[in-house]
């Protein structure tokens, strides 16, 4: 971490507002994969093909999903650097701009799944099994519908953490969960819906979250509110300062998930043991980053409401800061995954085979992950909340398209190492963005970044 140690003297954030902030936002950040699993467990009642239909739906879900979570960044740097200037004036145009914005984006992705919907699962997945289409279309159709309300839910969770407020975004998505988890246990296991009914519940969760959140940010109690949103108001300006962080982190989200779906196709040819292997490790790794995860959000908010304020010594103090909260969560988290890899693994009841390699991968993960991911990954927020989001782009793209995917295929099949192969490679891959990121950060650039 930098070398400066000096701690300015009049703190925008203080120990409380960070906890204030960071907390819900674990919390929520757990929910949020919690919502995600209910579709998927709840389902497995209906069968096979609802289980294969939801699971190939999800996947172009989650890239648009992503887009989403993008624009709300770009909207949430925008609001932070103007609420650190003191103009709540402009944060609150820009916070309309923001809704706008992210809802016209979302009807069109939502026009185009509805009316092509067929023809993009054929485009993305081939041929696929005649009652598994038939599920993916109705989980596909109702999922679509639902993406308004899911982009106007990130927005305003995104101006909530610019204002430092955290809990109400996580109490929604606990509101969220329950209705969702609720509405699956009626509507599957009561109706027999089967998906349909799991994709109907997430309809109703979405739509209740936004309608909530719409309510709440109309406060003036708020430190930023926006009302009259029918009175529709376009500012070009505004609109391209969170295009200018938003659209570079789309494009590196979504190139990011067309890169896994790359992966996976080589890991499919290892065999079933490496496969079923891949998809334990998987899904054991996704609960590891979540407290880094989290933090890295928070990053966006302080580093952003620095930036605005012209206060640089106070972002380089709240990096080292953050950052170290970010690495201790993580060594805690890793180090107890890796104490339980073998109980772990075992709940799944793989093939010996497919235990022993799953465990070998997960214990050199957690010991790689507790190193170089807090900085291959939430350190990047740092300087998209700078206003550096284009460097951050052009850098994660090209170090995952020759590192991660280029060298996947290299030792995985021309060294003959499988599936450790593709983790080698993702682990080179996160040691050069590390460098990479760690440099721009020396090198200062990112303070001549702000976008308003």
């Known amino acids: 971490m930098p070398s400066e140690t000096l701690v300015p003297q009049q703190k925008l954030f203080s120990r409380q507002m960070l906890r204030k902030l960071i907390v819900p936002l674990i919390i929520e950040q757990f929910l949020a994969m919690a919502v995600g699993m209910a579709d998927t467990v709840m389902v497995t009642s209906a069968g096979e093909a609802a289980v294969s239909g939801i699971s190939l739906v999800d996947s172009i879900n989650i890239l648009l999903i992503q887009i989403f979570s993008a624009l709300a960044t770009g909207g949430a740097v925008v609001v932070s650097q103007y609420l650190g200037r003191q103009e709540h004036k402009n944060a609150r145009t820009a916070a309309k701009q923001l809704i706008y914005t992210s809802t016209l984006l979302s009807l069109i992705l939502m026009a185009l799944a509805l009316f092509f919907q067929k023809g993009i699962l054929q485009l993305v997945f081939g041929s696929i099994e005649a009652d598994v289409m038939e599920n993916a279309l109705t989980y596909f159709w109702l999922s679509a519908i639902s993406y308004p309300f899911l982009a ?15 809990k109400v975004s996580m109490l929604t998505s606990l509101l969220m969960n329950v209705v969702n988890i609720g509405g699956n246990a009626i509507l599957i296991f009561g109706c027999g819906w089967g998906v349909a009914g799991a994709a109907t519940a997430s309809l109703v969760s979405r739509a209740l979250a936004a309608g909530v959140m719409l309510i709440l940010i109309r406060s003036h109690d708020n430190m930023i509110y926006v009302d009259g949103l029918l009175h529709f108001e376009y500012k070009p300006q505004m609109v ?3 295009m200018k962080v938003g659209i570079p982190n789309g494009l590196e989200n979504g190139m990011f ?34 407290p880094g995860l989290a933090i890295g959000l928070a990053m966006i908010t302080v580093i952003g409401q620095c930036v605005g304020a ?42 010996p085979e497919a235990t022993t390699l799953a465990i070998q991968i997960l214990q050199i993960f957690c010991v790689v992950n507790a190193l170089l991911w807090p900085i291959a990954f939430p350190f990047a927020n740092v300087l998209r909340a700078a206003g550096d989001a284009k460097f951050t782009m052009v850098a994660s793209v090209i170090s995952m398209w020759i590192f991660r995917i280029g060298f996947s295929y290299i030792l ?15 682990y080179i891959d996160w040691a050069v963005r590390a460098i990479i990121f760690w440099i721009r950060y020396k090198s200062g650039r990112w303070k001549t970044k702000r976008v308003i």
């Open 412 to 426: 995985a099949q021309g060294f003959n190492m499988g599936l450790q192969g593709v983790w080698y490679a993702m």
């Open 152 to 166: 106007i839910y990130n927005s305003i969770a995104a101006l909530y953490r610019s204002m430092g407020n955290s």
């Open 257 to 290: 998930q067309i890169g896994k779906l790359m992966v996976q196709g080589l890991i499919a040819l290892f065999g079933t043991s490496a496969i079923a292997a891949n998809a334990i490790v998987n899904s054991v790794t996704s609960v590891i980053n979540v």
């Open 240 to 242: 391209k300062s969170i």
């Open 310 to 351: 012209d206060a640089y010594d106070q972002a380089v103090y709240y990096t080292r800061r953050l950052m170290g909260l970010i690495y201790a969560a993580m060594a805690a988290m890793n180090l107890i995954i890796f104490a339980l890899a073998y109980p772990l693994v075992g709940m799944f009841n793989l093939s």
